[in-house]
């Protein structure tokens, strides 16, 4: 899959294309949806797919400070969008110039003057332009005059996550905040992913026989609520059945919040310096300051064993 960093990315003489236009943020299955089809009416048109997202996330440059909680970087969604069939991402830089841009003049410049867009797939709540002004209709009225189609897919999948809301980032946003990773991965079709650099940390884990992963993560991410979670840590590729502990460690009056991620019945990881991916599976408990350091062991010692048995019997069902 081709990735571009602005519009003066897109190689010269690229033809017809069939275009989605989103943040994305999470690919969640009401994305997928909407990425799916994309991909499929391209294939049956014999044209490219092509997925236009923005970054920063819009809300930063139009209300400062307003950035929301990311559910998946950039590179993470590239990786998503790859596995739907996506042939390339245009991800745009937004700026207060862009941010500037009449829906027209998004239209001419984007959509047609670069990506030659055939038919553009959208949810029916996009918006786009100065404001926000523009939507499918308008995007839909011009498309004549322009030479392409519009699409207008539904997006509003539900389930048992949020007591029955429509599946979207926002509702995601709410669980992973909460702590409800289970509903979180309701909505994305696969669990809630924090990534990051294994940094040096206090290194009490390890003291306590119990070596955790002390994750740097990258900025803006969705962590969830504070306390211990079964799931999975991955580096270099392999895949590590993990209980994780998010929080200040207030055992030890900590007042940084960290992800760390013990790699279970592991010895001997050198992680440090790499970047890693923390996937929750479950909540266990939530984050506790013990009586005595005993007691603590005692506690951790069952937390590893309730990961444990968690992670197995998802992993056989």
């Given at each position: 899959?081709?990735?571009?960093?602005?519009?003066?990315?897109?190689?010269?003489?690229?033809?017809?294309?069939?275009?989605?236009?989103?943040?994305?943020?999470?690919?969640?299955?009401?994305?997928?949806?909407?990425?799916?089809?994309?991909?499929?009416?391209?294939?049956?048109?014999?044209?490219?797919?092509?997925?236009?997202?923005?970054?920063?996330?819009?809300?930063?440059?139009?209300?400062?400070?307003?950035?929301?909680?990311?559910?998946?970087?950039?590179?993470?969604?590239?990786?998503?969008?790859?596995?739907?069939?996506?042939?390339?991402?245009?991800?745009?830089?937004?700026?207060?110039?862009?941010?500037?841009?009449?829906?027209?003049?998004?239209?001419?410049?984007?959509?047609?003057?670069?990506?030659?867009?055939?038919?553009?797939?959208?949810?029916?709540?996009?918006?786009?332009?100065?404001?926000?002004?523009?939507?499918?209709?308008?995007?839909?009225?011009?498309?004549?005059?322009?030479?392409?189609?519009?699409?207008?897919?539904?997006?509003?999948?539900?389930?048992?996550?949020?007591?029955?809301?429509?599946?979207?980032?926002?509702?995601?946003?709410?669980?992973?905040?909460?702590?409800?990773?289970?509903?979180?991965?309701?909505?994305?079709?696969?669990?809630?992913?924090?990534?990051?650099?294994?940094?040096?940390?206090?290194?009490?884990?390890?003291?306590?026989?119990?070596?955790?992963?002390?994750?740097?993560?990258?900025?803006?991410?969705?962590?969830?609520?504070?306390?211990?979670?079964?799931?999975?840590?991955?580096?270099?590729?392999?895949?590590?059945?993990?209980?994780?502990?998010?929080?200040?460690?207030?055992?030890?009056?900590?007042t940084e919040r960290t992800v760390e991620a013990y790699a279970i019945d592991r010895v001997g990881l050198d992680l440090y310096g790499l970047h890693v991916a923390v996937d929750f599976l479950a909540y266990v408990r939530g984050m506790l300051k013990f009586d005595s350091i005993d007691d603590l062991l005692v506690a951790m010692a069952a937390d590893v064993k309730r990961c444990g048995e968690l992670i197995a019997a998802y992993e056989r069902s």
């Amino acid at each position: 899959m081709q990735c571009w960093r602005g519009l003066e990315d897109i190689p010269e003489g690229w033809g017809r294309s069939v275009v989605t236009i989103g943040s994305y943020d999470g690919v969640h299955r009401g994305h997928q949806l909407i990425i799916g089809r994309a991909v499929e009416r391209a294939r049956e048109l014999g044209v490219p797919s092509v997925v236009v997202t923005f970054d920063p996330h819009p809300s930063e440059v139009v209300r400062p400070g307003a950035h929301p909680p990311l559910l998946a970087a950039h590179t993470r969604r590239a990786e998503l969008m790859t596995e739907l069939g996506v042939d390339a991402v245009l991800i745009l830089p937004f700026t207060a110039e862009f941010s500037k841009l009449a829906p027209s003049e998004f239209i001419a410049k984007v959509l047609v003057d670069k990506l030659h867009a055939r038919l553009v797939i959208e949810g029916p709540n996009f918006r786009f332009g100065h404001k926000a002004a523009g939507n499918v209709t308008l995007l839909a009225e011009l498309g004549p005059a322009y030479d392409y189609k519009v699409e207008v897919i539904d997006l509003f999948v539900s389930g048992e996550a949020g007591g029955g809301e429509p599946f979207s980032s926002t509702l995601t946003r709410r669980l992973v905040a909460e702590g409800d990773v289970e509903g979180a991965a309701e909505i994305l079709g696969r669990p809630h992913r924090v990534e990051g650099i294994v940094v040096r940390g206090a290194q009490r884990g390890r003291d306590l026989g119990y070596p955790t992963a002390n994750v740097e993560t990258l900025p803006h991410t969705a962590i969830p609520a504070d306390g211990v979670y079964a799931g999975w840590l991955t580096a270099n590729g392999e895949v590590m059945p993990a209980a994780i502990s998010v929080g200040t460690n207030p055992q030890f009056d900590g007042t940084e919040r960290t992800v760390e991620a013990y790699a279970i019945d592991r010895v001997g990881l050198d992680l440090y310096g790499l970047h890693v991916a923390v996937d929750f599976l479950a909540y266990v408990r939530g984050m506790l300051k013990f009586d005595s350091i005993d007691d603590l062991l005692v506690a951790m010692a069952a937390d590893v064993k309730r990961c444990g048995e968690l992670i197995a019997a998802y992993e056989r069902s």
